[in-house]
């Protein structure tokens, strides 16, 4: 069964300042991958997903995310952040073979942006 | 544009009362999912239903939880009897069953049982 760590629970940063979110996920062949982000009273909202291809793939936002397989690792950056990026931001990987898709959450990392 | 939507938004309740949320599924999405989230455990799977069958609720209480899918526009998720410890935000997802399985959330039911 897929796993998924987001090792941070929250992350502060000063609004223009650059942003890495981590995301590290266990699955025995290449998954595939998801970026989610839920403001305050609403429902998750895909981000960004990597199926296959080109490892730096780009999302809504001006987010970004590379998967690097030998690290097991899914981390989402933006260069310059912006106090709208509020929000918990949620890791998902889901089968890439076989099996029902459906995928797993990790357990989010909170933004705060100060001004 | 489409969207998931769920009814309704907030529902505060007595312990022992039953609890009806309802979602509407994006037209043409054939996956609905539903969740629960909490602060302790996060984003919790309770159903998955792919063309209105049900085909995973192993997350799901089965003595007091029920989910189904009158029809392809409908998806109902039940408690009863509510307790406490089901206060949480519950969301329903729609999506297509094709490779890979992106999912469209909605808004979701706030419940609270006192």
């Known amino acids: 069964a897929q796993s998924v760590t987001q090792p941070d629970i929250h992350i502060t940063v000063s609004e223009g300042a650059s942003l890495e979110l981590r995301c590290n996920y266990s699955?025995?062949?290449?998954?595939?991958l998801f970026w989610y982000v839920q403001s305050p009273g609403q429902g998750l909202q895909l981000l960004l997903k990597?199926?296959?291809?080109?490892?730096l793939v780009q999302g809504i936002k001006g987010f970004e995310a590379e998967f690097k397989r030998s690290q097991s690792s899914f981390n989402l950056r933006k260069p310059s952040v912006h106090w709208s990026d509020a929000a918990e931001y949620f890791c998902?990987?889901?089968?890439?073979?076989?099996?029902?898709?459906?995928?797993?959450f990790g357990r989010g990392t909170s933004l705060i942006v100060h001004p | 544009d489409a969207r998931v939507t769920q009814t309704p938004r907030h529902k505060v309740t007595e312990m022992g009362q039953e609890v009806t949320m309802r979602c509407q599924p994006i037209?043409?999405?054939?996956?609905v999912f539903w969740y629960r989230q909490t602060m302790m455990q996060g984003l919790e799977l309770l159903a998955y239903?792919?063309?209105?069958?049900?085909?995973?609720d192993s997350g799901m209480p089965k003595d007091r939880f029920s989910a189904e899918m009158p029809d392809a526009t409908l998806a109902t998720l039940k408690i009863q009897p509510s307790e406490p410890r089901d206060s949480a935000v519950y969301f329903c997802?729609?999506?297509?069953?094709?490779?890979?399985?992106?999912?469209?959330f909605g808004p979701g039911t706030r419940l609270t049982v006192l």
């Open positions: 990597y199926f296959s291809g080109d490892t």
């Open positions: 239903f792919r063309n209105r069958a049900p085909l995973d």
């Open positions: 037209l043409g999405h054939n996956t």
């Open positions: 699955y025995g062949a290449t998954p595939y």
């Open positions: 997802a729609s999506g297509l069953d094709i490779i890979p399985n992106e999912q469209f």
């Open positions: 998902a990987v889901a089968p890439g073979t076989g099996g029902s898709y459906i995928p797993t």
